[in-house]
């Protein structure tokens, strides 16, 4: 069957590891696919299983170009498995994964890292959405292993193409949130192709307090050689003071072309 463009949505159905069988059993049947835009959020009753067999069918699109999926608020998806899917065609140039995890610990962490790791080199645009995370370490006190979170960024410098990223951290740990925010920057000063960056770090209270206020403007810093930034600050109290700090390293972005600041509350 020819056919360049897919897009399903099964929000809040009741669709189960037997119906993501015989979708993907369908997918096989169709292997001209260029586009595919599927979305399953609250949709509980998908387990690792209907994942698995959602991933077979995926490798066999070998003319995949762009690639949507949203899992947000599938509780029985395990963080392996989600993982797991990020194996997709080495055609593909665009993808977005959205799901919303509670807890990530840094087994977790790890795993995502392979994920990354093993996208295609040629991918140009790629949008993660990680709602709601919360590091989980057995010392609530401190993320144990700092690498684990590090290791996050090590497959950026390889992705020679990715000109475009977006995170989506809404609502996440306030650990995590500032340890994401400084590697994102890290990954950037290591890419000779990031241009465009888009953060949401909306829906977090504990972002901005004490010290931590002047580290993230000097985080800011990191990303002088972007082009196009966004950042979603809505819905968090955040002092004038820091507002004022955090302007200062743009006079520095030289090849800075536009930035949007949500600050709404």
């Not at 709601?132 to 590090?150: G, K, Q, R, S």
Request: aromatic share 10%; proline share 3%; glycine share 4%.
């Amino acid at each position: 069957m020819f056919r360049k463009k897919l897009s399903y949505s099964y929000r809040s159905s009741q669709i189960t590891d037997r119906g993501m069988e015989l979708l993907s059993q369908d997918l096989k049947k169709i292997n001209s696919l260029q586009s595919i835009n599927l979305g399953f959020p609250q949709c509980q009753e998908i387990t690792d299983t209907g994942i698995i067999y959602l991933r077979e069918s995926l490798k066999e699109q070998k003319s995949l170009k762009s690639m949507n999926l949203n899992f947000r608020t599938c509780p029985k998806i395990s963080i392996p498995t989600i993982a797991d899917i990020f194996e997709i065609p080495p055609s593909l140039r665009h993808l977005s994964i959205d799901f919303t995890l509670n807890h990530i610990s840094e087994e977790g962490v790890k795993y995502l890292s392979k994920g990354i790791g093993d996208l295609p080199h040629s991918l140009q645009s790629l949008h993660l959405g990680f709602l709601n995370i919360e590091i989980n370490p057995e010392n609530d006190d401190e993320y144990e292993d700092e690498d684990a979170i590090d290791s996050l960024w090590e497959a950026f410098p390889k992705l020679t193409s990715l000109k475009s990223f977006s995170f989506n951290i809404s609502g996440c740990d306030d650990i995590f949130a500032h340890r994401i925010v400084s590697d994102i920057g890290d990954a950037v000063i290591s890419s000779e192709s990031l241009r465009n960056i888009s953060l949401d770090l909306s829906n977090n209270e504990m972002l901005f307090y004490d010290e931590r206020d002047l580290c993230f403007c000097e985080y800011l810093e990191k990303f002088k050689s972007i082009q196009n930034l966004s950042i979603n600050f809505s819905n968090r109290s955040i002092y004038t003071e820091v507002i004022e700090e955090m302007a200062e390293p743009f006079a520095d972005f030289t090849s800075l072309e536009s930035i949007t600041l949500d600050f709404t509350r």
